[in-house]
């Protein structure tokens, strides 16, 4: 299958915030096509994702320019999808240690400025990665992980190439649309200064 096959158009993101509840708190699904990446079934029962979403708008905020923009995966390896390279860089073995350690740091590193796993503080957020490949964002997301938790992800693993502009436009929109709700929302001074910095973070890559 080449990129232009794997093209889904448009993504798109939709969130819920709860009423007297912390800050922040709330349901979001994030569509692929017609697959709601971030639901899952436990105890037979469908789940939305639900958590403070200013985990995954922080993480989005300060990583969205290296999804965007220019950060190639750092090793030397082949592949045509991001499965391909993480499973090829991970066959690395070497008899120097330095060596060895600086190859799996190289990697940890972009995959924790690639896949929003990182932020998920203890909530039941899917692995997604995102990627730039020449005008296209792709996605890719593999829950094998929660399996053992007898977590069971509606959208288990796939992947899709996005066009970059719709997909910025479609997260820029997103995080806008979450900071100015929460905003009307709160007083707080530290609150407002959080959500103050994730605006200026989010403006660097807006046109």
């Not at 082949?78 to 499965?83: F, K, L, P, R, T």
Request: aromatic share 14%; hydrophobic share 35%; charged share 25%.
């Amino acid at each position: 299958m080449n990129q232009s096959e794997k093209i889904v158009h448009p993504i798109s993101i939709k969130y819920e915030l709860e009423t007297n509840a912390e800050l922040g708190e709330g349901k979001l699904q994030f569509y692929v096509g017609n697959q709601d990446i971030c639901s899952y079934k436990k105890n037979n029962k469908i789940e939305p994702y639900s958590w403070n979403l200013f985990c995954v708008v922080t993480w989005l905020c300060e990583n969205i320019e290296y999804i965007i923009g220019y950060d190639p995966f750092p090793l030397p390896v082949s592949g045509d999808n991001i499965q391909t390279l993480i499973e090829e860089a991970d066959k690395f073995e070497s008899d120097d240690l330095v060596e060895e350690y600086l190859w799996y740091n190289a990697k940890s590193i972009w995959i924790f400025k690639h896949n929003w796993f990182s932020c998920r503080e203890g909530s039941i957020l899917p692995q997604v990665y995102f990627r730039r490949v020449e005008n296209n964002i792709e996605i890719y997301w593999d829950n094998d992980f929660w399996e053992e938790s007898g977590i069971v992800f509606q959208a288990s693993r796939g992947s899709a190439l996005v066009d970059r502009k719709v997909f910025k436009e479609i997260i820029t929109n997103f995080v806008n649309s979450f900071l100015e709700e929460v905003s009307a929302s709160t007083n707080d001074k530290n609150q407002m200064e959080r959500i103050e910095n994730l605006n200026r973070q989010l403006a660097l890559i807006e046109d």
